[in-house]
Each structure stands twice: as C-alpha cells, then as structure tokens.
C-alpha cells in the first residue's frame, strides 16, 4: 500500500508558475515510478510528466514539454511537478500516482491503467 498526498496547487495567473508536491508513505519511496496526471472537466485524466524509480529517465506530454519539470527526491519521499510559464490550458485536477510493478531506470509507463495507487488531487487554475 501506498499513500500520495498532493500540495502546491492554487489560482494563478497565465505565465505564473507553482510547483506540486506529493508525498508518500507506506512502502520504499525509491521502488516505484511516480506520474503526475491531469483532468479538466469534461476531459479523461492525462498523463503529464513521470519519473523512473531513481530518477534517471522522465517523460513528458508534448503540450508541457519546456515549461513543466518532474522531479523527486528519495530522501524526503516526494515527488515534484515545477509548473512554469502557466497556461490556462493547464487548469485541471492534478493527480500524483504511483506505478509499483515498472522497474525500469529507462522506461516510464504511459497509461493510466499501469498505475496503481493515487493521491487526492489539487486543483491549478489559471487564469487569463
């Protein structure tokens, strides 16, 4: 079992940053890949960033590529989704989730089915 708690999210303004956090408990924060998800209403939760168990290798959707970073640190069990140059786009829920079974310091799951654990989420609001 693990629990995920999510922080760091507000209202904002378009090109405004904030940075996400998520904390664990409930198993080795180092034996799983993270992933931070998004849905806005109306639309299926997607995957935005995902980091390998130890950091080596990340991914990240098209539409934050360059403005978005994910990042963990082991140590203190969190993980982190630093939030720049904000869009109104970006509004949604987002999400941290745990994927325990990928071992991989090269590959990082893509689906949402492939993760097996969430947090709550918090809610980022851009405005124009």
């Known amino acids: 079992q693990v629990q995920l708690v999510e922080s760091g999210g507000g209202l904002v303004q378009t090109g405004d940053s904030l940075r996400l956090s998520c904390t664990a408990s409930?198993?080795?924060?180092?034996?799983?890949?993270m992933a931070w998800f998004r849905q806005a209403p109306g639309n299926e939760r997607a995957l935005v960033a995902a980091?390998?168990?130890?950091?080596?290798?990340?991914f990240y959707a098209d539409s934050v590529k360059g403005r978005f970073t994910i990042s963990r640190d082991n140590a203190k069990n969190t993980a982190y989704l630093q939030m720049n140059s904000l869009k109104p786009g970006d509004t949604a829920v987002y999400y941290c989730a745990v994927d325990v079974n990928t071992y991989s310091d090269y590959y990082v799951a893509r689906a949402r089915y492939e993760y097996d654990y969430w947090g709550q989420g918090t809610q980022v609001t851009v405005s124009s």
């Open positions: 409930g198993r080795a924060f180092s034996t799983y890949a």
């Open positions: 980091i390998t168990r130890r950091g080596a290798s990340t």
